[in-house]
Structure formats: structure tokens, C-alpha cells
């Protein structure tokens, strides 16, 4: 186990490693392998970026996320509805994303995605897809899926897919199923890992949703 002092800097250091990051000044403090971040940036991307960073570093048990997003030059900040047709634009321009299935909502910078979509990749493909652009503080994904096959979900199928990968390989994941819905149980050994996992899973034909609740366990 890492002391805090030795996780807050390699936090530190991962953040400062991401070249759009390296002049952002983020707060890191650690305590018993929770990191709490803290500071301003310009975009919600960089919020984003750093919040990442922190998760990819060994030891790294959870993140607490209290960074603002305020932009920095003296230009006229957008209106909500100008952010709005940006993000419309955006979403639109984006061929993975049905864009029709999508609502958005904007106050005050803070957009809200919602609606219905067939596959995980098309919800996060929506929120990558306006991670960027100015003035946008905040993203809240509220899409929800909805599987275009009626058939339910396969516990040897997502199984296989963990055994498949040398990531999770010899990791004891255990998978339960109810319907379309998957539940992932156990330790792995960093948040990487943890991430992985969600991302297999969502892969299965009829998945409508994963509840991740695989601890992190750094040896």
C-alpha cells in the first residue's frame, strides 16, 4: 500500500504527464487511496482529462471530483442556447450517434443529454462527441439503452469475454444475470481493470445495463 504522500504525487505526476494538463493547476490530496481533485480549468474536457489521469494510477481506490470549469479569456461567454445549437451540431456531425434519439438540455453551460439509444458505445460516443467544445461546465448522460434484440443477456458469454482478455484473465469476477441487466462482483487490482470489465460487458448482444460493483483492491 502506497503512503498518501507517495499517491498524492505520482497523482500529481500523471497529471502533469497529459499534455493538456501539464499547466492546469489541480489541487491532489490522498488519503487512504481516495484522491480528491481540485482546482479550475478552462474546459470540461480538461476536468475530464485529470479526472483520468488520477484513476489510471496504481493505488488509486476512487476519485473525488471537485473541479470547476471557468474559462479564462475575456471573450463574451456563448449563451446556453448558442451552446445548445453547438452541441446539436456536434451530435449531428457524429455518424455513430442517432442523433434523432437524442434530447438535449442546456442551463447555465450545464448540458444534459437524454433519450434512448441501442448500444453503450452510442451513449458514450454522445458525451465524447461535445467534450471539447467552450463554455460547456459540465455533462450530465442521462441517455439510457434500450436493446434493439429481445434476446437476454448470457452469463458464459460475458464470462468468456473476461477470460479472453489478459487483463481480467485470472481475475475471480463473478458475473450474475437478470434478464438484460448484469451485475459484476469481486477485487481487481486498479481502476483500469474495473473500467475494463464495464466495457466488456456492455458489449453483449441484449444489454440494457451494467452495475458495476467490483472493488479495487492495489497489491
Not at 8 to 15: E, F, L, R, T
Not at 42 to 60: N, R
Not at 84 to 102: F, T
Amino acid at each position: 500500500m502506497k503512503s498518501n504522500e507517495v499517491l498524492q504525487k505520482d497523482v500529481q505526476d500523471a497529471i502533469k504527464w497529459e499534455p493538456l494538463l501539464n499547466a492546469a493547476e489541480i489541487g491532489v490530496t490522498a488519503k487512504n487511496g481516495m484522491i480528491t481533485l481540485t482546482g479550475t480549468v478552462e474546459t470540461w474536457a480538461k476536468k475530464a482529462e485529470a479526472e483520468d489521469a488520477a484513476k489510471k494510477v496504481a493505488g488509486v481506490k476512487a476519485v473525488v471530483e471537485e473541479i470547476k470549469v471557468e474559462s479564462s479569456c475575456n471573450c463574451t461567454k456563448k449563451t446556453d442556447d448558442e451552446i445548445a445549437s453547438e452541441v446539436l451540431h456536434a451530435l449531428k456531425s457524429n455518424w455513430e450517434i442517432p442523433n434523432d434519439k437524442i434530447q438535449v438540455k442546456v442551463e447555465d453551460g450545464w448540458v444534459t443529454l437524454e433519450g434512448e439509444l441501442f448500444w453503450n458505445y452510442q451513449k458514450e460516443a454522445a458525451k465524447e462527441a461535445i467534450t471539447n467544445l467552450a463554455d460547456v461546465k459540465w455533462v450530465s448522460n442521462n441517455i439510457t439503452i434500450k436493446s434493439e434484440t429481445a434476446s437476454t443477456v448470457e452469463k458464459k458469454d460475458v464470462e468468456n469475454a473476461f477470460k479472453r482478455d489478459w487483463t481480467l484473465e485470472n481475475k475471480n469476477i463473478l458475473v450474475s444475470v437478470s434478464n438484460n441487466k448484469v451485475t459484476l462482483n469481486g477485487k481487481v487490482d486498479s481502476w483500469f481493470q474495473k473500467d475494463e470489465a464495464s466495457r466488456l460487458a456492455w458489449k453483449a448482444p441484449g444489454i440494457i445495463n451494467v452495475d458495476n460493483q467490483l472493488t479495487v483492491e492495489y497489491l
